[in-house]
């Protein structure tokens, strides 16, 4: 018997933070505080911000309570990693160095407790909503970012702004299905990166999906959402034996 | 209160007991003692400033049988603390046996409902011969076949006894 362990790694994402929803940042920080700062690293993947509209907004006061709690997290010895959301990917080197975090491309593959696992956000896998694919690659261009980030930090706001409207507006139009992971985009993460397991979020759909022919696993992560009822959240482990396990917000495995 | 002396080639440990807020822990824990079973065994897994754990194995690393189990009283209100001793186990919250770890760190992650729902069962406290403990935690560690952390020169359990 080899416990007890300290927790391999922790994967949370689609915490969405923002100043308006002051229960969600509450639970984050203590999520960070009474369990990620005892794992071995932390993988945020995506969507940690509601939005995010360059560097250069890092000094908001509520902006700096985030990164404190993330650097004290690194600061306690634990690698901390961050990946890209649909709504947050300008998130820069200097967000990073500030917070003590490494960034990572999506997708990436990490070995964990000799598990080889694939990390995705999630969003390049939902290939049937063409509307969002082709967005995606127009915003994700180098150029187009150094674009975007070139004009004022208002107007890039105003424009978020807009975007976030236009999104909300944009779901309630969307089918159930193609707001999700395609088989076909999964199938060819999973020939990509040689790993047979996935864990990712952004459909806010959370699961543990196999494959009984395979032994495939996905793992997809919740949203965090506690300033409305019912609260949701939660975050998967990878213990030192390499078990995966999934967690509501309390901890308890579901 | 029950105290267990535990004679090591490190030096003494002098561990009380809590026999009220963790009553079958320690009963669990006072059988193998009485049974002679933590004579010959090791410091087997010492992580610095976690912990360190025995109770398991002879110095050859040959794992000594420990057939019952005692159900998880973690949720007895005690803190894994720095030099507070508690039940190691595998995944399944209720198979602790014989093996057990001193905190060499305020493990608060450890204490109930820890990372699982269950936590890991605090049933006593280091109260002479801390600063074994603390030399046992600064032990330098390597690879022994398949285990890890394990301390390159044997820290021995030469016997465990109660006393009052």
Not at chain 1, 128 to 142: G, I, K, S, T
Not at chain 1, 191 to 196: E, H
Not at chain 2, 51 to 78: C, D, H, R, Y
Not at chain 2, 128 to 156: C, F, L, W, Y
């Amino acid at each position: 018997m080899t416990s007890p362990a300290r927790t391999l790694a922790l994967f949370i994402s689609d915490l969405h933070l923002q100043e308006s929803h002051p229960r969600t940042a509450e639970a984050f920080f203590r999520f960070l505080a009474e369990h990620a700062s005892h794992a071995r690293a932390l993988y945020l993947l995506g969507d940690i911000f509601e939005y995010w509209a360059g560097d250069d907004d890092l000094a908001t006061p509520f902006h700096q309570r985030v990164i404190d709690a993330l650097r004290d997290v690194s600061a306690a010895g634990v690698s901390v990693y961050w990946m890209a959301g649909n709504r947050d990917f300008l998130v820069g080197q200097d967000f990073a160095d500030a917070a003590g975090l490494t960034l990572l491309a999506d997708p990436h593959v990490a070995t964990i407790g000799k598990q080889t696992v694939a990390l995705v956000h999630g969003d390049a896998q939902c290939t049937d909503d063409l509307n969002y694919m082709a967005f995606r690659a127009q915003v994700r261009e180098p150029a187009w970012q150094q674009q975007f980030l070139a004009m004022p930090l208002a107007q890039r706001k105003g424009i978020i702004a807009g975007l976030r409207e236009g999104s909300r507006q944009a779901h309630g139009e969307k089918s159930y299905e193609i707001m999700d992971v395609t088989p076909d985009a999964i199938a060819a993460l999973h020939a990509a990166t040689g790993a047979d397991v996935i864990i990712h979020g952004h459909t806010h759909r959370p699961a543990l999906h196999q494959d009984p022919d395979s032994g495939r696993r996905r793992y997809v992560l919740p949203d965090w959402e506690l300033d409305t009822e019912p609260v949701r959240g939660g975050w998967i482990a990878i213990d030192a034996q390499g078990n995966i396990t999934r967690h509501d917000l309390h901890g308890q495995p579901l | 209160m029950t105290t267990v002396l535990m004679t090591t080639n490190k030096g003494n440990i002098k561990i009380e007991l809590d026999d009220a807020k963790a009553p079958k822990t320690v009963a669990n824990f006072v059988d193998y003692v009485n049974k002679g079973h933590f004579s010959n065994t090791i410091f087997h897994r010492v992580i610095k400033d976690f912990m360190i754990q025995g109770g398991g194995f002879t110095p050859e690393m040959s794992q000594k049988p420990a057939g019952t189990t005692v159900e998880n009283e973690a949720k007895n209100g005690l803190k894994n603390d720095k030099y507070t001793l508690a039940m190691a186990r595998t995944m399944d919250p209720h198979s602790a046996s014989a093996q057990f770890f001193i905190n060499t760190k305020n493990n608060d992650f450890l204490n109930y409902p820890g990372q699982d729902g269950w936590g890991y069962a605090v049933f006593g406290k280091v109260v002479e011969g801390q600063d074994v403990v603390d030399q046992i935690n600064n032990v330098k560690t390597s690879r022994s076949g398949m285990h890890s952390d394990v301390p390159a020169d044997a820290v021995i359990i030469e016997k465990a006894e109660v006393v009052q």
